[in-house]
């Protein structure tokens, strides 16, 4: 349910959707994934090595978070947000001729 005054605009039902918190979790997991990813691209010691038995952590950590920024990118996608209508008291109801 939209918390939108009924005198704003339909327009803002494009700020709803963008701010959807699938869309927010799912563009800060692609931020950090590729931050991960790149560190574990260009650092990746033999005194981390040692540290993690031999598992690149970074790495596989920034794919497993860019794996689930695509699941909720594409689940807003795919399933997107639908506000409900503002309550107007002036509006015929559903069925009702005008």
């Not at 959707?17 to 560190?39: E, H, N, P, S």
């Not at 005194?47 to 909720?72: C, E, H, P, Q, Y």
Request: hydrophobic letters at 50%; proline letters at 6%.
């Amino acid at each position: 349910m939209s918390a939108r005054h009924p005198d704003t605009p339909a327009s803002g039902r494009t700020a709803d959707v963008l701010f959807d918190i699938r869309t927010v979790i799912g563009g800060l997991f692609a931020v950090y994934g590729l931050v991960c990813l790149v560190w574990g691209l260009v650092s990746f010691t033999d005194a981390d090595r040692a540290k993690t038995g031999g598992v690149n952590l970074n790495l596989w950590t920034g794919i497993g978070m860019l794996l689930l920024s695509a699941f909720f990118i594409g689940w807003t996608l795919l399933r997107p947000l639908h506000p409900a209508e503002s309550a107007d008291p002036a509006a015929p109801a559903d069925g009702e001729d005008a």
